[in-house]
């Protein structure tokens, strides 16, 4: 297993009005994140807020291409980004204990924190289709080049760690600095993860090791 420190190379946040940040998606060109009552979207230009679509947003957030998918405490909701409006609505695999939420090839990836698993999901029905073993508490959770990552956060320590989409083994791990969580990850498909920062109101790039 390989094991580095996290290179965090910027900062967003906090932002006005927004007390904590969960998931963490990517659609392209923004950054959107769960804010408790709203989903956020974030210029990782420049920097600032430029949307907000008010539903409950409570967990993990993902992005199919056309759709944001958003975990709202015991459900997941499929919502249209350009109106705001709840298309459909899946049970969460957790039943409340659901954190990261990633959109992979057709499927849903979810991970239940305290469960330390990910569940991957059908989306149209939310019925399980195979279920990872995690050794650490499970926070966000991203695919990349056929990668598959997730963010972990406990004892008020946090990495982030690339496992084997079969077994679940820990392949690599980039270790955060002491006291800085994860509680969302989204990857922009090349050099950058994104992680939400909790209760900091922040989120973080951290450059993607090659």
Known sequence: MKKSAAD????????????????????GEQIWFAA??????????????????????????????????????????????????VLATIPAPG????????????????????????HQIDPETGKILRTLPCNRFVTGVTWVDGELWHGTWEN?????RRIDPESGEVLERLEMPQGIGVSGLESDGK?????????????RAVRRPR
């Open 36 to 85: 408790g009552g709203s989903i956020e979207a974030l210029d990782p230009r420049t920097g600032k807020l430029n949307r907000r679509i008010e539903t409950p947003a409570h967990a993990g957030t993902a992005f199919d291409g056309q759709h944001l998918f958003q975990i709202a405490e015991k459900q997941i909701h499929k919502i249209d980004p350009g109106s705001g409006r």
């Open 156 to 160: 008020d320590e946090s990495d982030l």
């Open 8 to 27: 965090i190379i910027r900062e967003y946040g906090p932002f006005p009005g927004v007390d904590q940040v969960g998931g963490v998606t990517f659609d």
């Open 191 to 203: 050099d950058r993860f994104f992680c939400g920062g909790g209760k900091s109101g922040k989120v």
């Open 95 to 118: 039943d409340g204990g659901d954190s990261g939420l990633a959109w992979a090839e057709g499927t849903l990836w979810v991970g239940v924190y305290r469960e330390r698993k990910i």
